[in-house]
């Protein structure tokens, strides 16, 4: 069975919706990154694979609408690459969640946690229930789920490379053409996680190289694969992989900021405050000169409002290299606080000197911060990711009255 084989057999059975069936619902986290979708495609199909019954059925679950696939070009790039129909993915408003609420006739089902390792709504909503029998992710352990059969937490670059090296064998043994889709599906979010294994950036641990080093000798062969050290570069074959997938994924100068703001988007609530994070392959000049400052501003605050949110940050990753002129690798966040009791947080964060926030805003002739609501900030420290500033903000949240 294929892996567009086995997507159109999940819409059957979803469309069918069989009482008998098992379902196990393997869902990614709330951005729907390339890491998220493939981690949970891959866990999916090599745990359908291996089981010994007909009524068990693992979904891999996309959580976003199908219509937001839209803002991820870098998915139907990478699965058009393998050979994989994108438009077979299984998205959030292909599940009815009310059949398995409501229907005491029905199995309950079972969740697999990839790249997160904390149920969120909806799943959190019926946590009572359903079972989580897996949790494979790369964020900071949260502690929920520890007697879970299946629980891998560790901080590598990539999930997908957790799921390489648990199914090593499995996606070893594969026919060709199939091992091959499987590599070129992986190999894909652990290059783009882990910046290209650039081990100077802080994304990179010896687990992803060792995944990348699986999968990309299957996909180019024993020339794909070099010795991967601190120095060392991968292969000009791989490389160009690479840039390919960050050309099509950083084309988002005609995104509105709306679409923008919800390509990478994350919302948690804690303490009792509601807090969204963008992620966003741009940087904010680019950003605010395209729009202006001030409809940029406004455009923040609508979405704000649409999320019913306590404050927004947007954390942007650039290469500047792509505009020529020797550029670097930069990070950078930008805050918008609607309730004043979480310009704490914004303090807090921009004291902590291991981040490196450094303004932005009066370099720009800009000097309007709205009594500090608004903030632009280089991040001087670029191996920090959303992965590691956010639990700094929920212990600073935590810690608000």
Partial sequence: MSINDFLDNVKLVLDKKLNETQIVLVTGNDSADLDSIISALLLAY?????????????????????????????VTFVFRRAGIDASKLICIDHVDMKYWENNNNVIKPAILLVDHNRLTPPFSLIEHNCQVVGVVDHHVDEGAYLNAPLRWIEMVGSCTSQVVLLYQAEIEASLEEEKKTLATLALAPILVDTI????????????????????????????????????????????????AIEDVKSQVDHLCTRDLLRKDYKQWTVNGYTVGTSSMDWYLKAWVDRDGYDQVVDDARAFIKERQLDMLLVLTSYDHSKLGGGGSYERELAFFV???????????????????????LNGWGFHDDDGGRIGFYNQKNIKLSRKQIWPRLQDILLKLE
């Fill in 46 to 74: 090599l745990n359908q694979k291996k089981t010994t019954s007909n009524s068990t059925l693992y979904i891999p679950l996309v959580k976003v609408p199908s219509c937001d696939l839209a803002l991820r070009p870098e």
């Fill in 196 to 243: 290209g294994l650039r081990w100077d950036l802080g994304k990179t641990t010896q687990k992803d190289v060792n995944a990348f080093s699986i999968v990309a000798s299957i996909v180019f062969g024993d020339e794909g694969v070099q010795k991967l050290d601190n120095s060392s570069s991968i292969n000009p074959q791989v490389l160009a992989y690479y840039d």
């Fill in 338 to 360: 609607a309730n004043d009791q979480l310009l704490q947080v914004k303090a807090e964060l921009k004291d902590d000197q291991d981040v490196g926030m450094v303004s932005l």
